[in-house]
């Protein structure tokens, strides 16, 4: 079993700067790639970021592409999602999940444990 516990959201205004942290526990973290997930109000859950094991390899979606910066530190067990230039259209419920050893990144169906969320508004 693995327990992921998000935090960090919150209502900022457009420009402004968020960093989520997603801390893990219940599993050797430093063994799995990790993501993070949005989701807005009427839409699918759509990837944000992934990052490996390692660190060494990062994703971004396209629509988060230089002002987002998924990264993770070990020791601590967590994986974090700095923010910054906000934008109205980011409004969502965030996630991080536990990548599986197979598939994409960009697919939900590659992971296999989630956090409960944490919501990130910003307003225009």
């Known amino acids: 079993q693995v327990q992921l516990v998000e935090s960090g959201g919150g209502l900022v205004q457009a420009g402004g700067s968020l960093r989520l942290s997603c801390a893990a526990s219940g599993r050797t973290f430093s063994n799995y790639a990790m993501g993070w997930f949005r989701q807005a109000p009427g839409k699918e859950r759509e990837f944000v970021a992934g990052i490996s094991w390692s660190g060494g390899t990062t994703l971004h979606a396209n629509s988060v592409k230089g002002r987002f910066t998924i990264s993770r530190d070990n020791a601590k067990n967590t994986v974090y999602l700095q923010m910054n230039s906000l934008k109205p259209e980011d409004t969502a419920v965030y996630y991080c999940?536990?990548?599986?050893?197979?598939?994409?990144?960009?697919?939900?169906?590659?992971?296999?444990?989630w956090g409960q969320g944490t919501q990130v508004t910003v307003s225009s």
């Open positions: 999940g536990t990548k599986t050893p197979w598939g994409t990144y960009y697919s939900e169906s590659n992971y296999d444990y």
